[in-house]
Structures are given as C-alpha cells and as structure tokens.
C-alpha cells in the first residue's frame, strides 16, 4: 500500500465488487419479494466479503462468508420460508406520505455522511498487508490475550441468544393431541372430504402443479392445486391453458366420434 | 482516497439499510436493513483498520459479526413467535403493546 492511493488490483477490485454490493443493497428498497430481496442481500454480504479480503484481513472475509452468507442469511430464508412467501409488503400507507419522509431522511443521512466523509482528513495508510498472511494468527493473538474476556462474554451472549430463541418458539401445548380416528370422526361429522384431496394435473394433458384437476362432468377441481399456490393467485385456469379442453372438454362415458 | 472510498461505500449501503427500515413494512425485510447496517459498520472498521496498521478494528468487526448472529437469532424468534399469534409479518398490524 502506497500511502493515500489505492493500487491498480484493489482499485479494479473496489470499483467491480463495490456496485455489485450497492446493486444488491438496493433490492431491499425496491425489491417487492422477500426472498429475492434475501438473495439480493447474499450477493451483498458476500461483495462485503470481497472487500474485506481487498483491505487485508482474509480471516474476517472467510467468516463474513461463513456466519453471514452461511448462517444468517439461510436463517432469514428459513424463516421466510417459515412464515410463508405469499406474505408480500403491503403498500398501503398508514401514515400518509411515510414512504417519502423515509425517502428524504435517508437522502439526507446520505449527504450527511458523505459530506463528513469527504471533508475529513485521513492519514497516510499504514497498511497490514505484511501481515496478511498470517491475518488469522495476529487476529488469535489478540484475541486471545488481550480481549480473552471480551471473547468469553460474547461466548455467554450466544449462549443466551440460542436458549432465548428455543423459548420464544417453543408453545406449551394446552389442549390434548388429536388423534387421527377423532381427526376422522370430525370430518365425517362436519360433512368435510375424508379422502386426500385429487392430485394436480388433468388427464395426462398436464401434469404441473398448478393445473387445476378436472371432474367427469368437466368441472374445476379447486382443492386439487396446493393451498400456498392457491393462496398466491398462481391457479391455472382452463382458459389460459388451452383452447382444446375448453373446446373439447373431457366428460365421462364414451364419447363421440365426429367426422 | 483509498480510506474515503470504502467509507463513501461504508455510507452508501448504512443509508440503504437504514432507510429501508424508515420505508418498508415486512419486518424480515426491515431487520436485513439493519443487518445491512452492521456490515457497512464493519466495512468502515475495516477500512481504519488497515489505516493504523493494525487488528483491533479487525477485532471489533469480528465482534460485531458475533453478536449480529446473536441479534438475528433472537429477533427472527420473535418474528416466528409474532407470525404464529398474530397472522403477519408486518410492522404495522404489530400493535399488542398500544392499549
């Protein structure tokens, strides 16, 4: 490193990964799905991971890999997973124009740091890069002995965190277990389908998830597309699907030969 | 400029994160701005960091990242536990603690 210039290697570094981690920031503020927003967020973390490897600590750019990428983001996509991905934002305004103050405060928190950022002096960039091969014993040997205690309480800390996330998950039951014979007796008591519902996919013609099934008498069989994808809006309809069934529809008996 | 890039970068993607919880409203997008947030902090570290020469900046982020994992675990529980009594995710409807 010579001094306030950045070399050429981490200069083309800087400038490639630097937009790709702002691009996949971003999906955050205009992105509408959550899980491409998470995935968005990956590309990020690990551009993030990139230009920590760049300013010579490998071992922070491994465990930004590792925890972030590998744990934490897979955990947010769990959870999504979870709670269900037909949870889109709702784009109603509760408090009228909150979108655009949001807007105008981050704009000015924008200017605010980039304005203290560019007017302040730095010094001359010292520089570990003599040591960057050997970035994860230096690490270690701080690590262990001047903040070994500092370790030791953060050791404490995700211990707590993992026993709090079992109980803020965790339900007591408090009704008994249904058994499957009561689980029968209910439905045929409520008049409900006591077989499993008919698969997906009508007469060979289509076998994908989201085509509707079809009656003898060549009605839709709504309860046959699975309930998320019914939930989402993604259902088939006969019409958009092809012109012959809607022509042709398949009933039941022989049928006729036309000429 | 080496130090003043990273940090305009550093600032760039704090604001993206902190306004993305101003704007949006399903809480999981709203706690990835602030893990957004954590690692435009660490990225700054980083930056002054390699500035003195020497690892306590490193050690800081690596601090940081230990209890942004500690911080994820607990929030994305009571976001579980939230969604299972409440029926959603989002940060307008969770209003159990306003009557």
Redesign the interface.
Same mark, same amino acid.
């Given at each position: 490193?010579n001094g306030?210039?950045?070399s050429t290697a981490?200069q083309v570094l800087?400038w490639i990964v630097?937009p790709i981690?702002?691009l996949g920031?971003?999906a955050?503020?205009f992105s509408k799905r959550?899980v491409l927003?998470?995935c968005s967020?990956m590309v990020?973390?690990v551009g993030?991971a990139f230009?920590?490897v760049g300013?010579?600590?490998p071992?922070?750019g491994v465990?930004?890999v590792v925890?972030?990428t590998g744990? #934490?983001m897979m955990? +947010?996509v769990f959870? @999504?997973m979870?709670?269900g991905v037909d949870?889109?934002?709702?784009f109603v305004e *509760?408090i009228r124009g909150?979108?655009w #103050?949001?807007?105008i +405060?981050?704009?000015g @928190?924008?200017v605010v740091?980039?304005g203290a950022?560019?007017r302040s002096t730095? *010094?001359f960039?010292?520089?570990?890069e003599g040591?960057a091969g050997d970035?994860a014993g230096?690490?270690a040997s701080?690590?262990f002995s001047d903040?070994a205690f500092?370790l030791e309480v953060?050791g404490c800390?995700?211990i707590?965190?993992?026993m709090?996330?079992v109980i803020?998950?965790h339900?007591v039951r408090l009704t008994k277990p249904v058994t499957q014979p009561q689980l029968m007796a209910g439905r045929t008591k409520r008049g409900l389908r006591l077989t499993p519902p008919p698969a997906p996919g009508n007469y060979a013609r289509h076998n994908a998830a989201d085509v509707p099934a079809i009656d003898p008498s060549g009605r839709v069989i709504e309860a046959s597309v699975p309930s998320s994808l019914r939930l989402r809006g993604q259902v088939h309809t006969l019409r958009g699907l092809s012109q012959d069934l809607l022509e042709d529809p398949p009933a039941c008996g022989p049928k006729e030969v036309k000429p | 400029?080496?130090?003043?890039?990273?940090?305009?970068?550093a600032?760039?993607?704090?604001?993206?994160?902190?306004?993305?919880v101003?704007?949006?409203?399903?809480s999981?997008?709203v706690?990835?701005?602030i893990?957004?947030m954590l690692?435009a902090a660490?990225?700054a570290f980083?930056?002054f960091?390699?500035?003195?020469?020497?690892?306590?900046g490193?050690?800081a982020?690596?601090?940081v990242?230990?209890?942004?994992?500690?911080?994820?675990?607990?929030g994305?529980?009571?976001?579980?536990?939230l969604?299972?009594t409440r029926r959603?995710?989002?940060v307008?409807d969770e209003n159990l603690l306003r009557h």
């Open positions: 490193m306030l210039e950045m981490e800087f630097g981690t702002v920031a971003s955050l503020l959550a927003t998470a967020v990020t973390m993030l230009l920590y300013l010579g600590s071992f922070l465990v930004q925890v972030y744990a #934490i955990l +947010f959870v @999504l979870l709670v949870v889109s934002d709702s *509760t909150q979108r #103050i949001g807007a +405060f981050g704009l @928190l924008l740091l980039a950022v560019y730095f *010094t960039v010292i520089g570990g040591a970035n230096a690490v701080l690590l903040f500092t953060t800390l995700l707590v965190a993992a709090g996330a803020l998950t339900r | 400029m080496s130090v003043t890039a990273y940090l305009l970068l600032s760039v993607i704090f604001v993206i994160g902190a306004t993305t101003l704007v949006r409203r399903n999981i997008v706690f990835m701005g893990e957004l690692n660490n990225l980083l930056a960091a390699r500035m003195w020469g020497n690892v306590e490193q050690l982020a690596f601090f990242m230990v209890v942004a994992a500690a911080e994820v675990v607990v994305l529980a009571i976001i579980v536990s969604f299972r959603t995710v989002s307008d």
